[in-house]
């Protein structure tokens, strides 16, 4: 009679972790051949891919640390935000901080379409003025709506998150001042570009309650700048921006004002020139407008070289014209041997303003809305937005077209160099 074997359990073990281990490398091995193509690490460095789609395209440059300026153009062979062209090639070494530029296709040219959806960008643009920021309820002010004063120029906090909501509700995407000066309106199709500019460097505009454990400003949540960060959180795609227009005491927080200038122009905002003592040009002499001009041109100089915007907002919106005997000192400003050019200038204002690409169009002399409640009259929020509703920019989500109508082509300005599409 046989003996009958014995089972070594503890062999079958060692068997099939050996088997789960040449699995795993088989598997591991397999997922590194497939993803070749797609990117190679070595010592840090990746290679590029084939681009296929927007999304692809902005995940890509966003997870590699890559600066990345994107083209639109209508194409009959590729849909609607598929990838046409891309600068880098595939296999090619990238690193942190090149620059991708890729054209995204918007798809077939459909003028129909264009001229369904109302796209006009001969369209006006509201220049929305505000002022203080005021951290209170719109009920417990003695005034209008969300007015903190009897004009308006001051708004509470509650009202500035409700405009901030109805600019956005109603189709409006926030542009930097000086893209639009420019003729740069990046906006997505079938939306509408809207500027915000506050006056006075108030502190609550940008209210800073310390420092952190690393030395970064702690902003107060219910400043103005406070308000916009919450809402570039809560909508990603509303571009938050606005452009502050300052006086000799800047945010008037002497122990923080460079701070607050640097994080300003680091995090998407731009400052701007209001004179150092707010004044008054037009009943000012020719020696103190420049004076008062170029000290804070100065400042800013010091401060953030480079990076503020020669852009004045008008005191008091003085003078009311340009043929005013000061005015030429607003553009072109000299004293104590310093000599600044400024390329446009606000005034205080009522309504919306051309577009840049219109034959009116002058960046010298820009009327603004005020930002205030008045019951729906005199130019008032409700008022201009009412107004706005059949004479709107309407962009064509393509910063380097125009798109309008055939009947209104006699209102472009002829210098404009980009592609004019009508319908």
């Known amino acids: 009679m046989k003996k009958k074997k014995k089972i070594r359990y503890d062999r079958i073990i060692v068997c099939l972790i050996i088997l789960v281990l040449i699995i795993g490398i088989v598997l591991v091995a397999t997922r590194f051949i497939s993803n070749s193509d797609n990117k190679t690490k070595t010592d840090n460095t990746i290679q590029m891919v084939h ?55 918007l798809g077939k040219l459909d003028k129909e379409k264009l001229k369904t959806d109302g796209i006009n960008e001969l369209g006006t643009v509201p220049i929305m003025m505000y002022h203080g920021i ?16 009897k004009d308006g120029y001051n708004r509470t906090t ?19 001042l000086t893209d639009y000066i420019d003729g740069n309106i990046d906006v997505e199709y079938g939306k509408s570009p809207i500027i915000l500019t506050f006056d006075d460097g108030n502190e609550n505009n940008f209210k800073v309650k310390g420092l952190d ?16 960060e919450s809402f570039k959180e809560k909508y990603p795609d509303y571009n938050v921006t606005a452009t502050f227009f300052v006086n000799g005491g800047l945010f008037n927080q002497p122990e923080y004002n460079e701070k607050i200038l640097k994080w300003l122009v680091e995090n998407g905002y731009d400052v701007g020139n209001h004179t150092e003592n707010h004044l008054d040009i037009k009943k000012s002499s020719s020696d103190q407008v420049n004076k008062e001009i170029v000290s804070v041109y100065k400042q800013l100089d010091e401060i953030i070289p480079g990076q503020y915007v020669n852009i004045i907002a008008l005191p008091f919106g003085s003078p009311y014209n340009k043929e005013h005997a000061n005015f030429k000192y607003v553009l072109n400003s000299t004293y104590d041997n310093s000599t600044y ?18 034959v009116n169009f002058d960046p010298t002399f820009l009327k603004r809305c005020r930002a205030y409640d008045n019951n729906g009259v005199e130019f008032d929020i409700e008022m201009v937005f009412k107004l706005l509703k059949n004479k709107r920019y309407i962009s064509d989500g393509n910063v380097d077209t125009i798109v309008i109508s055939e009947k209104n082509a006699s209102k472009l300005n002829d210098n404009i160099k980009k592609e004019v599409i009508t319908y």
């Not at 509650?158 to 409006?172: I, P, S, V």
């Open 51 to 105: 681009l296929r789609d927007l999304k692809e395209t902005n995940d890509f440059a966003q997870e590699h640390g890559l600066q990345l300026k994107i083209k639109y153009e209508y194409n009959d062979e590729k849909d609607k935000d598929k990838v046409i062209s891309q600068n880098i090639k595939v296999g090619e070494t990238i690193n942190k901080g090149d620059i991708l530029e890729v054209v995204i296709s």
């Open 134 to 149: 005021v951290n209170m309820k719109s009920d417990d002010t003695n005034y209008t709506g969300g007015n903190v004063d």
């Open 158 to 176: 509650e009202a500035f998150r409700e405009d901030l909501e109805f600019y956005y509700k109603n189709g409006y995407r926030m542009i930097r």
């Open 213 to 228: 454990e690393n030395g970064d400003l702690i902003i107060d949540e219910n400043c103005a700048v406070g308000i916009l």
């Open 341 to 358: 050019e400024t390329k446009a200038a606000l005034r205080v204002g009522w309504d919306a303003e051309y577009s840049p690409f219109d």
